[in-house]
């Protein structure tokens, strides 16, 4: 392969980064695509005729998860994969998931230019709900396509609203059986995801290009909290059983957790915060928390999400506020293919480009894909390590120097043999 010498288009990624961020139902320069949403069904439709264009044959599963790929010489082997997602959090920026995206796209195009002829098939994939804006849960498609989410499980997601997934997919054009979203053992031969840092680490260094060696292990929960309502004005303060009082306590306690569970690496977040009845002049008669709790190891995480349950119980026993506890999922970590790091690392010293080892604190579909075939990430610097708001940024000279990467080593992967028995 020294033959090959790789150009970026960044006047095509751009225009396509822009014409996915275009594809909002906020405001720009927020982009926010809930799943399902017209929004959402626009930046679809917008990937689907970019990926034809390029001569890419494109189908799509039953939950939504999109699958472009452009045909090798052995089509029979396990295909190589990259991508990510394109839906985005209320209010947040154009480049988480984008990247990885428009990304997979360009570098199979920019491999088309040079003709480059794959021995093993490239697919694009763009993994549906990467965010877990809809259902409270994130990962959805990639939890689906690797079984960590059943037919069954899918079928029992409802939103905020208390609309089935069944419905919404549906309504959405996606009929296939849920049965089929299962890859099949074997499907892929290797996965790389292509992605902002969505930390400061790599700006900060000067380095260009992050090789992730594992990916953080991520859990949530969702309590629910029902204490006594009543007129604001009525009810005097020795016997009230406001529920919301009793979670901004175990919000406190979330926080005070992950300060004191002994990792420097364990992360807590209550993200989600909802009262009943919600007017001025009523007590909370009842609260609903969601809380993230993540660290690069399941022990410490773990640990964190005893304390928080402890927490809860002594803070509802001492405000006699009766409570429900439900752990949405508590995923273990993934540890990068080393074979697959190694062909990304070759791919940095050929292009000349510095690199280091780090690990993934946000949580990605790799963490899914890694269950059932190797893979790795390759992540770029973003100004300032902003992400999930408007202001995220990624310069076009670090996304091409990333997408050189990613399609030289899709292109080394797409050249492996069988492996031998």
Known sequence: ????????????????LDGIAACTSSPIPGV?????????????????????????????????????????????LPAVASGSHIDAIPNA??????????????????????????RRSIEVVIFTAEEPTRFGIGCLGSRALC??????????????????????????????????????????????????????LLETEGVPIGVVRAIAAPASLRVSLRGIGGHAGTVLMPGRRD???????????????????GSPDTVATTGVLHIEPGTLNSIP???????????????????????ICTAVAEICDRRLITYTIHQLNADPPATSDLGVVEVIVHACEHLGMHYQMMVSRAYHGSLFMARICPTAMIFIPCRGGVSHRPDE???????????AVLARSLAMLSLESVPQA
Not at 96 to 104: E, H, L, S
Not at 245 to 260: I, N, Y
Not at 285 to 307: F, K, Y
């Open 1 to 16: 392969m020294a033959f090959m010498e790789l150009s970026i288009d960044t006047v095509a990624v751009t225009a396509d």
């Open 32 to 76: 926010t695509r809930i799943l399902y949403s017209a929004a959402d069904m626009e930046a679809r439709a917008y990937m689907r005729a970019r990926c034809a264009a390029a001569g890419l044959a494109v189908r799509e599963d039953g939950i939504g998860n999109l699958f472009a790929r452009w045909l090798g010489s052995a089509p029979d």
């Open 93 to 118: 920026g154009r480049y988480d998931g984008t990247v990885g995206v428009v990304g997979a796209l360009e570098a199979i195009r920019a491999l088309q230019r040079v003709g480059f002829t794959p």
């Open 147 to 200: 079984g960590a989410f059943t037919p069954e499980q899918l079928r029992a997601q409802r939103d905020g609203a208390g609309r089935a997934l069944e419905d919404l997919r549906a309504e959405a054009g996606f009929a296939a059986p849920l049965e089929d979203v299962l890859l099949p053992t074997g499907f892929y031969h290797a996965f790389v995801e292509l992605h902002i840092e969505q930390g400061p």
């Open 243 to 261: 529920a919301l009082l009793a979670a901004a306590e175990v919000a406190l306690a979330v926080e005070r957790v992950a300060l004191g569970v």
């Open 285 to 307: 008669s009842a609260a609903t928390l969601e809380i993230d709790v993540r660290d690069i190891a399941d022990e410490p995480r773990d640990a964190a999400l005893r304390a």
């Open 393 to 403: 940024y990624a310069a076009p000279d670090d996304i091409a120097g990333g997408i």
